[in-house]
């Protein structure tokens, strides 16, 4: 399939280009702003999107003279593209890798061959630097000085973030193999960013997973929320219920019967806000969901991530999810409230470009966030 990207005042004057162009069977693979060629402080909207339809795909190259097996290469090659950011964290769209890199090759390039109470004071300074709690540090210190007597000539700094990773439990997204729909919600404060992760989540299992998706929003005390999720809808052509009262669930996961995979987008409310919680619990409990992801800001002070998983706990939920990676400046924060509640990260954001600024928790790129970064 080929891959076309169209730009425009606004996403929907954009899709009604791709529309055009490619017809009702287009895929949206990606959207991001971008600048105006001609007058670059002008803002506009780009969307990539390709096809599926074979019957479409036919009319289309034969129009445009262009052989079928150049433009299936060039549509897996988008996919593979999108698939490697969002499993592989090295691939990541913020350009980190290289930054670790750069730290991680400076680390190398200043080997010891002894390994003394300085370096090792280093270690604990810096980790208190990320702001990790202190029984943490003197836990992985501690570590890092028994690992010396049983080696004289080490990499410290990769055994420290071992030590950390060890720390950090991490889960899969599984794609469901049973005969009804999974169903999934995120859950979280106001200002994380849960609607955009269930935009970028719905469009990862629909086009990396093939899945037949639906979104369901009991988002409606947030002004603008159902139309945001509503927009998102429309665009990548994933259909979506909006439910008012907990008794309504049924009835329309009913009407989902035939999806692989439904989202459940939830009310952004403080973790102080008891009532709201235990109302929109009503829902979730009445959907019989099967799996819950807590979303929680990565720039949030240890104090205040610890607060709101505590708080809603009442959800039961089962997984994390870190946003705004890339707004942070130290993690230790992260590594502290994880210590404390045991719960997996399943997933991290970095941005607000769908579905690419999403990226597959992994141990060892958590511990070097927290380390290096």
């Known amino acids: 399939m ?19 162009e490619l017809g009702k069977d287009a895929v949206i693979l990606g959207t991001r702003v971008v600048a105006d060629k001609n007058f670059p402080a002008e803002k506009m909207f780009e969307l990539s999107a390709g096809i599926q339809n074979d019957f479409v795909l036919d009319k289309f190259y034969k129009e445009s003279k262009q052989p079928n097996e150049k ?70 210190v501690n570590q890092a000085e028994k690992f010396t007597n049983y080696s004289k000539v080490i990499n410290l700094e990769n055994y ?13 997204f ?39 998706v639906g979104l369901i929003s009991i988002d409606t005390y947030r002004l603008g929320a159902l139309d945001q999720l509503k927009v998102f809808s429309d665009v990548s052509d994933i259909d979506m219920l909006v439910a008012y009262e907990p008794n309504e669930m049924p009835e329309l996961l009913k009407q989902f019967k035939s999806k692989d995979i439904i989202f459940i987008d939830t009310t952004g409310r403080s973790q102080n806000n008891k009532d709201f919680l235990i109302k929109s619990n ?22 205040t991530l610890v607060d709101v998983s505590e708080k809603f706990n009442l959800f039961n939920y089962d997984s994390l ?53």
């Open 2 to 20: 080929q891959v076309k990207k169209y730009v425009a005042a606004s996403l929907k004057d954009a899709t009604e280009k791709m529309k055009q």
């Open 71 to 140: 433009v299936f290469r060039s549509y897996e090659k988008e996919i593979s593209k999108i698939s490697d950011k969002i499993n592989n964290p090295e691939f990541s769209s913020n350009g980190y890798l290289n930054r670790q890199k750069k730290i991680i090759n400076k680390l190398h390039s200043n080997k010891v061959n002894k390994i003394d109470e300085e370096k090792i004071d280093e270690i604990y300074s810096l980790l208190l630097h990320k702001e990790v709690e202190k029984p943490l540090v003197k836990k992985i």
């Open 160 to 172: 420290v973030i071992s030590s950390i990773a060890s720390m950090i439990p991490t889960r899969e």
């Open 174 to 212: 599984t794609v469901p193999k049973k005969d009804k729909p999974k169903v999934v919600a995120l859950v979280g404060p106001t200002g994380v960013g849960k609607t955009t992760c269930i935009a970028k989540l719905a469009i990862i299992s629909k086009i990396l997973h093939s899945l037949n």
């Open 282 to 303: 009503e829902f979730l409990q009445t959907a019989q969901v099967d799996e819950i992801y807590l979303v929680m800001s990565a720039i949030s002070s240890t104090r």
């Open 321 to 373: 999810i870190f946003t705004k990676i890339d707004e942070g400046v130290v993690f230790g924060s992260l590594l502290n409230v994880i210590n404390k509640i045991k719960i997996p990260v399943m997933f991290l954001a970095n941005g607000q470009v769908i579905p690419d600024d999403i990226i597959s928790a992994d141990s060892e790129y958590l511990a070097k966030m927290i380390y290096t970064w």
